[in-house]
Every structure is written in structure tokens, then in C-alpha cells.
């Protein structure tokens, strides 16, 4: 068991034991940093089991239920973290709204439903998180939002999804320079497509071969280059859109 680092960490998105979001807070805990999770629609039996498995670690758990489209999520969910641990200096806007969808099918209703979790819930956690730390003696605190590699090529029938993913790339660099001289770092990290809630064997199947290393990405691939992303020694990396994906070939 590692030392506590009396480091805070806040994670949006763990809703189930393959989650990306469960992977990073179990990668985080091992690290000695206690964790604040969001969640959605889950089992509370599964949620109460996964609370006390991190608290197992030697580090404090606590976790919310949130609807990330409540316009006033962001500000609950700080609130509620504050409360029941204090403030963290590390924020992961992992959580995401995802359907299918081309152009035939796009209509206000679903860019308003990507919109208001990838988007609005996402940029209110980040700016307010900033306006905290600024008035905490906290010295390094750390952004990190999850995008999906929608800059380095088409995907197609994912329009809304890639829209507001893209969004995310681009407030990512411009925060990132706003933040700065408060000692917060503010990454992105594209994942590529990983095995997580989502696959289905047939999607399997199709992907593989589009993997050079002969393996499709797993939650534990993401959760370790948060690992590194949230440590000390990433102090010098900012404004940037980390594409950790295995050499994923789209098309």
C-alpha cells in the first residue's frame, strides 16, 4: 500500500466495473490519493462494493449520484466533494453522452443531449474548479478531460458525439493558458476506441485489425497515462491532447 498523498481526486463517469472512469479512480487510489466519484443510473449494490474496495487501499471514498445535464451539476458536484473531503487538486471530466448518428438522423434534440454533458457540464466543472483552487494555498492542481481523437480523422456517424468532443480539444488549449499561472495543468487525453461498456464482439472483430500492437485498448491503458498526467512529473506538460491509443489506424 502506498502513502496517502493528501491529494483529492475528482472523477466523473464511474457508473460501472468497466468503465474507464472506475479504471482511473482504482489506479489513483493505489496511488495513495483519495477519490470522489460521479455516477449515473447505477446499482447501489455494485456502488457501495466498489466504494469500499478504494477505501481497501488506505485512501477515503466518496461518490454522488449526478445527472450531468442539470445545469447546476457542476457546481453540486463541487459543492458535495468539498463537503465530504475538501477540495481536490485533480479533476478528470471523464463522463461523456454518446449515440449513433449521421446527418440524416441529426436534429436540435441530440446536439442539446451531447451538448449539455460533453460540453456545458464538462467547461463549468473545469472553471469552477479553478476559481476554488485560486483561493486554496494549493501550489499544482491538475485538469484532465477525456476526448476522442475526432481531430486526427473522420467519424463518420458520430456526428453530434465528435462535435462536442471537439469542442472539449479546443477549450482545452485556450483554458490551459488562463490557468497557468495558478499552477493548474490542463490536459486532454484521446483514449482511441477502448474496450470498455461499449463493445460488442462484432466491434471487436472490426477494430482488431486496426491495431498494430495486436490488442484493443482496455480501461487500464487510459488510467495509467492519468496516472502520469496527474504526478508531479508532469508539472511542464499543458495545453496539450494526448493521443494514447496504441497506433489505432482509422479509416
Given at each position: 500500500m502506498n502513502?496517502r498523498q493528501?491529494?483529492?481526486?475528482?472523477?466523473?463517469?464511474a457508473s460501472s466495473?468497466?468503465?474507464?472512469?472506475?479504471?482511473?479512480?482504482?489506479?489513483?487510489?493505489?496511488?495513495g490519493?483519495?477519490i470522489?466519484?460521479?455516477?449515473?443510473?447505477s446499482?447501489?449494490?455494485w456502488?457501495e462494493?466498489?466504494q469500499?474496495?478504494?477505501?481497501?487501499?488506505g485512501?477515503r471514498?466518496?461518490?454522488?449520484?449526478?445527472?450531468?445535464?442539470?445545469s447546476d451539476?457542476?457546481?453540486?458536484?463541487?459543492?458535495t466533494?468539498?463537503q465530504?473531503?475538501?477540495?481536490?487538486?485533480?479533476?478528470?471530466?471523464?463522463?461523456?453522452?454518446s449515440?449513433?448518428?449521421?446527418?440524416?438522423e441529426?436534429n436540435?434534440?441530440?446536439?442539446?443531449?451531447h451538448?449539455?454533458v460533453n460540453m456545458?457540464?464538462?467547461f463549468?466543472?473545469?472553471?469552477q474548479?479553478?476559481?476554488?483552487?485560486?483561493?486554496?494555498?494549493?501550489?499544482a492542481?491538475r485538469?484532465?478531460?477525456?476526448?476522442?481523437?475526432q481531430?486526427?480523422g473522420p467519424m463518420?456517424g458520430e456526428?453530434?458525439?465528435?462535435?462536442t468532443?471537439g469542442?472539449?480539444?479546443?477549450?482545452?488549449r485556450s483554458l490551459s493558458q488562463e490557468l497557468?499561472p495558478?499552477?493548474?495543468?490542463?490536459?486532454a487525453v484521446?483514449?482511441?476506441?477502448t474496450?470498455?461498456?461499449?463493445?460488442t464482439?462484432e466491434?471487436?472483430?472490426?477494430l482488431?485489425?486496426k491495431?498494430?500492437?495486436?490488442?484493443i485498448?482496455t480501461?487500464d491503458?487510459?488510467a495509467?497515462?492519468?496516472?502520469?498526467?496527474?504526478?508531479d512529473?508532469?508539472?511542464?506538460?499543458?495545453?496539450?491532447?494526448?493521443?494514447?491509443?496504441?497506433g489505432?489506424?482509422k479509416?
Open positions: 502513502d493528501n491529494k483529492i481526486a475528482l472523477i466523473t463517469g466495473d468497466k468503465d474507464m472512469g472506475t479504471a482511473i479512480c482504482r489506479k489513483l487510489a493505489a496511488e490519493i483519495d470522489f466519484f460521479t455516477h449515473w443510473k446499482n447501489a449494490d456502488i462494493k466498489f469500499q474496495e478504494i477505501r481497501k487501499m485512501v471514498c466518496e461518490n454522488l449520484q449526478i445527472d450531468l445535464s442539470d451539476a457542476a457546481f453540486e458536484i463541487l459543492d466533494v468539498t465530504k473531503l475538501d477540495l481536490p487538486s485533480i479533476l478528470i471530466n471523464n463522463a461523456a453522452h449515440t449513433r448518428g449521421g446527418y440524416v441529426l436540435a434534440k441530440t446536439l442539446d443531449e451538448y449539455v456545458r457540464s464538462t463549468l466543472l473545469c472553471v474548479f479553478a476559481r476554488l483552487f485560486e483561493k486554496t494555498n494549493l501550489d492542481g485538469i484532465i478531460n477525456m476526448t476522442s481523437g481531430d486526427l463518420t456526428l453530434a458525439y465528435i462535435a468532443k469542442a472539449i480539444s479546443s477549450f482545452t497557468a495558478l499552477g493548474i495543468t490542463v490536459n484521446n483514449p482511441g476506441p474496450d470498455s461498456t461499449w463493445m464482439d466491434i471487436r472483430k472490426s482488431l485489425p491495431f498494430p500492437m495486436g490488442r485498448g480501461p491503458d487510459v495509467r497515462i492519468i496516472k502520469f498526467l496527474v504526478s512529473e508532469s508539472e511542464w506538460i499543458t495545453g496539450q491532447i494526448i493521443h494514447s491509443e496504441g489505432f489506424m479509416g
